[in-house]
């Protein structure tokens, strides 16, 4: 229970600098000083990261190891669309996000939800109803009239996170889905906090349970006796996000490495739900995590501000169909089937001229570069250098794109009469055996300005500068 004076202290202090408020502590001995800094501290985090949780006050929120690994409203609301989608449900539009006040984030929910697939379930009116959670604030956190509740499984639970953590997922899902949802968490001071931040959020036909998530899905039976479902339907949708770091702490890149590892749990999950969501680091290589599971649909990739998140995993057994690649970088999408690889068009160095194009970082780690080349029509520099060029502006294309100044060699006087006038320029390379420290020492440029300066090899295995402009 948190006092008066914690309460009291938080709120004064919302916007003051946590570290000087650490030192606080002997002068506010009624202040559960801890408790107040992750508050604090949180809810700063929130207004970036989680900007309609940060306005809804109540809101508990978690040490700041566990703010910083959760999901953004941004990723959440994307994995929320998917989930509707998948269940047949209607695609968030633009205009319904222009309603929910939700129009920064409708690009990419749009995305998550713009292929169609096939689904048993017919969307039911009264259980699918548009929430207000998350869309728009709520007024009066006291008037909620019907309390998330803790204990077992009932006929009517439709969707079950068996990773619970903070929470954001579940909230998002769970409240677009509009069917009665399970969280399961095994930290019982989580589940305390997410129970709280359920009713503040507005979330009906929640469950809180407090468990081992591998030990609830092995309690899913169609045994009427031994069931907590108690029923023989299936689940419509299971969620898991295992653990990606070891007793350690120490990050793991293997799916068999993550707890649980889901490579023996995907037949069980697929016995007993239509479809399975797995939420896996970006630092996968999404092709072995793909090998190592049975009945993949679909790969999403999803990037926030070129910074690759999330490495989404969608399982069913329900059909077999060809393996569907979503790269996601916030309102830049594309996709791709990968039962099959098309040819990369290598650009003639002499020909390189226009435009150049720098992929955004879900691209990168899909590395579909022929599908690129073959969409896109453009070119790529040279086979491991993963830049492409054009002669005409391809506006669409999901990344960066420059406007080709000039290129040079590293000819000492062509570099000197190429760089004259620029102080200044943005360095990166690509398949280049300088790193960009060393170049811009070399160069002798400071960094920053409008000018651009690609250093990469091209087909003819040439070393060059490619200076241009956004």
């Known amino acids: ?88 449900l209607g695609v968030l539009t633009s205009a319904d996000a222009e309603k929910s006040k939700d129009a920064d984030n409708s690009k990419i929910c749009e995305f998550a939800g713009e292929r169609e697939v096939a689904s048993k379930f017919a969307r039911n009116e009264d259980t699918s109803e548009k929430q207000q959670i998350l869309t728009n604030a709520v007024d009066n956190v006291n008037e909620i009239k019907e309390e998330t509740s803790e204990g077992s499984f009932s006929d009517e639970i439709e969707f079950v996170d068996l990773t619970g953590g903070f929470g954001v997922d579940f909230s998002y899902i769970a409240a677009r889905l509009g069917v009665k949802s399970m969280y399961v968490e095994r930290q019982a001071h989580l589940c305390e906090t997410a129970k709280e931040n359920f009713e503040r959020l507005g979330l009906k036909n929640a469950i809180v349970k407090n468990g081992d998530g591998v030990e609830v899905l092995h309690t899913i039976t169609s045994d009427q006796t031994r069931s907590l479902l108690k029923t023989s339907h299936r689940l419509k949708l299971i969620f898991i996000d295992p653990a990606r770091r070891d007793d350690a702490g120490n990050k793991v890149v293997s799916l068999q490495d993550c707890t649980p590892d889901v490579t023996q749990l995907q037949d069980e999950m697929l016995a007993k739900a239509d479809y399975v969501i797995i939420k896996l680091s970006p630092m996968l290589d999404w092709h072995r995590a793909v090998s190592e599971l049975s009945h993949v649909r679909e790969v999403h990739i999803v990037s926030v501000n070129n910074e690759c998140k999330e490495l989404l995993l969608v399982l069913s057994a329900q059909e077999e169909a060809p393996l569907r690649v979503f790269c996601v970088n916030d309102d830049q999408h594309f996709g791709f089937y990968d039962s099959h690889e098309a040819a990369v068009s290598i650009v003639k160095a002499d020909e390189v001229d226009g435009y150049l194009y720098e992929p955004n970082a879900s691209l990168m780690k899909a590395g579909c570069f022929g599908d690129i080349c073959q969409h896109y029509g453009v070119k790529m520099l040279a086979k491991n250098s ?41 360095v990166a390379i690509r398949n280049f055996p300088l790193s960009v420290p060393e170049l811009r020492k070399r160069l002798k440029l400071k960094d920053g300005g409008d000018n651009y300066i690609f250093a990469t090899t091209l087909s003819d295995e040439s070393h060059v500068l490619i200076i241009g402009t956004k």
């Open 386 to 426: 993963h830049l492409f060029s054009s002669q005409e502006l391809v506006a669409d294309f999901p990344g960066r794109t420059f406007r080709i100044n000039t290129i040079s060699s590293f000819n000492k006087k062509e570099l000197k009469r190429q760089l004259a006038g620029i102080v200044k320029a943005n």
């Open 1 to 88: 229970m948190i006092n008066q004076a914690t309460l009291d202290f938080i709120r004064q202090h919302q916007d003051d600098d946590v570290r000087k408020l650490a030192f606080l502590g002997s002068k506010y001995p009624d202040v559960d000083m801890p408790f107040a800094l992750d508050q604090i501290r949180g809810r700063k985090m929130a207004r970036v990261k989680l900007p309609r949780w940060a306005e809804i006050d109540g809101i508990i929120y978690p040490p700041h190891i566990s703010m910083e690994q959760c999901s953004s409203e941004q990723t959440a609301q994307y994995k929320a669309e998917l989930a509707a989608r998948l269940l047949g």
